[in-house]
C-alpha cells in the first residue's frame, strides 16, 4: 500500500476564491470519505463514496461544497466563494469491502486556511 | 443517532506510568468501536478496534481497550506509557445504517520524562 495521498498539503486563500483538493485512494479501495477536522476537534463526516457513487452527504456539506469521484479512483472536494469558516483541516480516508468496521486509511489532509 | 464523548482533552503521565483514556458512546444499537491515533503531521491511525466477540481488544503498541456495554464505554489503557506514545487519540463509533464513523472530539496525551 502506497497510503492515501492528498493535494495540496496547504491552501491559503482569501474570502470569495474557489479551491479544489484531491485525495488519491489507496488502489483498489472502493470506499473514499471526506471528512472535516478543526482545531480541538475530531474528524466530522463531510461525504462518501463507493466507487464513483456518492452516497451519503452531511449537512456540514453546503451547496457551496461539491464532491467527485470519475471512475471511482481519485476524488476532488471543491469549495466555491470561501468563508473564513471553512478554514479546517480535510481529510480524506479510503477502505475496501462492504462492511462499516472496517479500518479507514486517513491521508495527512489539506490544511485551508481563508483570509 | 450515535455519539461519542471523550473524557479529558488533555491527559499527562509520567513515562511508565499507565495510560488510561476515557471514552463513552451513545448508539441505539450494538456498535463497532474504533481507537485512531493522530501523530503531528500524519494521518490518523487504527489503534484498535471492537466489532463483535471477545470484549477486551488488542491494539498496536502495546494499547488495549475493553468494551463495557452496561457503561456504555470503551476505555483506551497501556500499562506503562512511552515517551513515543504522545499524540492525539480519538474514539469512533459506527452502528446501525450509519455508513461512517462519528468521532469524538480527541484525547492528547502527554508523556512526561
Known amino acids: 500500500d502506497t497510503g492515501v495521498s492528498q493535494d495540496p498539503r496547504h491552501k491559503i486563500t482569501k474570502r470569495g476564491q474557489n479551491v479544489t483538493f484531491r485525495c488519491d485512494p489507496i488502489s483498489e479501495h472502493n470506499r473514499l470519505y471526506w471528512y472535516r477536522q478543526t482545531l480541538g476537534q475530531g474528524p466530522e463526516f463531510l461525504t462518501y463514496?463507493?466507487?464513483?457513487?456518492?452516497?451519503?452527504k452531511s449537512r456540514l456539506l453546503s451547496d457551496r461544497f461539491s464532491a467527485e469521484r470519475p471512475k471511482g479512483s481519485f476524488s476532488t472536494l471543491e469549495i466555491q466563494r470561501t468563508e473564513q469558516g471553512d478554514s479546517a483541516m480535510y481529510l480524506c480516508a479510503s477502505t475496501r469491502g462492504g462492511q462499516f468496521n472496517e479500518k479507514l486509511f486517513f491521508g495527512s489532509g489539506t490544511q485551508l486556511s481563508v483570509l | 443517532a450515535q455519539s461519542v464523548t471523550q473524557l479529558g482533552s488533555h491527559v499527562s503521565v509520567s513515562e511508565g506510568a499507565l495510560v488510561l483514556l476515557r471514552c463513552n458512546y451513545s448508539?441505539?444499537?450494538?456498535?463497532?468501536l474504533f481507537w485512531y491515533v493522530q501523530y503531528p503531521n500524519q494521518g490518523l491511525q487504527l489503534l484498535l478496534k471492537y466489532t463483535t466477540g471477545a470484549t477486551l481488544v488488542k491494539g498496536i503498541n502495546g494499547f488495549e481497550a475493553e468494551f463495557k456495554k452496561s457503561e456504555t464505554s470503551f476505555h483506551l489503557t497501556k500499562p506503562s506509557a512511552h515517551m513515543s506514545d504522545a499524540a492525539e487519540y480519538f474514539c469512533?463509533?459506527?452502528?446501525?445504517?450509519?455508513?461512517?464513523?462519528?468521532f469524538g472530539s480527541g484525547t492528547q496525551l502527554t508523556v512526561l520524562p
Open positions: 469512533a463509533v459506527s452502528s446501525g445504517s450509519a455508513r461512517q464513523l462519528t
Open positions: 448508539s441505539s444499537v450494538p456498535p463497532y
Open positions: 463514496f463507493q466507487n464513483e457513487a456518492q452516497l451519503e
